[in-house]
């Protein structure tokens, strides 16, 4: 089944402005995306580097959509039983246990072997039915009656096996289970995968979907996610930042610095009531987007330059 129709998808305008409202600056890309992808009912695979806001833009479209969140986190090793459903063991052996106390009453009235099987086997629908089964996140998403955004969350940390089975489940939005049988959506999702490209995504996980790479933004959009997050930081401390920044971002770094960490350090120095960079204000402060010693010590032998590049931006 179609997910519900929300008037809140239907112009790429409406999206622009609706996210954000709820906290996520898009840009004209990312807007369209969402716009086709919720439109053509296809799941949405971002990439890009860490940081970057992937797994934040499908939080923001649960909360614009008003509609639950259910993420799933990949690792190496997933497998369907985490990710899918698994049977409610516990449950099952204490059923078993009343079954067995409740036998002499099970077996009233049958005579003979094939009689007693017959009537224990009207019990094995029960053993394996619903009340036992546990959904997990890729089941629990298709039971939502009102819709719901899945997240499927570093997908390229699964295996490869994982991902040919999760291709199965995106591409008619059901499952089987061999005791029950076919599971179908009650209202498709709506889907995000993102990837850190760790590795390569199969070419027929990338049909299935639209493809959205978000890369660092830009000085005019990181200015403008900065005020949306930051709305007390002066406009002259913002522009010096986020030059600081995304020079920083142009050297050999082990780890650069992310948009959050961008913004961490705007409320840092709005804490700290700073109205402008300086280059000990900046020592100070540098674990709050560096996070390897080495890295450290690469900004720091530029730090004269960077910071004056940075502060003549007033």
């Known amino acids: 089944m179609k997910p519900h129709h929300n008037k809140k998808l239907d112009t790429i305008e409406n999206i622009q402005k609706g996210f954000e409202r709820a906290g996520y600056v898009c840009s004209q890309q990312i807007a369209t995306t969402i716009y086709l992808a919720y439109h053509l009912d296809k799941p949405i695979l971002v990439e890009g580097p860490a940081g970057v806001g992937k797994t934040e833009l499908a939080k923001v479209a649960a909360t614009y959509l008003e509609v639950p969140l259910i993420r799933l986190q990949c690792y190496e090793g997933l497998d369907e039983s985490k990710a899918l459903y698994e049977w409610k063991y516990g449950k099952q052996l204490l059923y078993t246990q009343i079954l067995k106390d409740k036998l ?37 998403s298709l039971l939502q009656k009102e819709g719901v955004v899945l997240l499927v969350d570093e997908v390229d940390k699964s295996d490869q096996e994982f991902e040919a089975f999760l291709l199965e489940i995106l591409s008619d939005f059901q499952v089987s289970v061999p005791e029950i049988g076919t599971i179908h959506a009650v209202s498709q999702p709506f889907v995000f995968l993102t990837s850190n490209n760790t590795r390569e995504m199969s070419e027929a996980l990338k049909r299935r979907c639209l493809h959205l790479f978000i890369p660092f933004p830009d000085t005019k959009l990181e200015r403008e996610i900065i005020r949306v997050h930051v709305p007390d930081i002066s406009k002259d401390l913002s522009a010096q930042l986020v030059s600081f920044i995304q020079q920083v971002r142009n050297l050999d770094l082990k780890k650069l610095p992310s948009v959050s960490e961008t913004i961490d350090w705007a409320k840092v120095l ?15 402060t540098f674990n709050v987007f560096l996070k390897f010693e080495e890295d450290i010590e690469i900004v720091s032998g530029r730090l004269y330059d960077i910071a004056e590049k940075a502060i003549k931006k007033v």
């Open 270 to 284: 709005v804490l700290l009531h700073s109205s402008k960079l300086d280059q000990d204000l900046i020592r100070d």
């Open 104 to 140: 002499s009453d099970v077996l009233k009235g049958a005579e003979g072997l094939a009689a007693s099987m017959s009537k224990l086997h009207k019990y094995d629908d029960i053993f394996f039915s619903t009340h036992f089964l546990e959904p997990r996140p890729l089941l629990n």
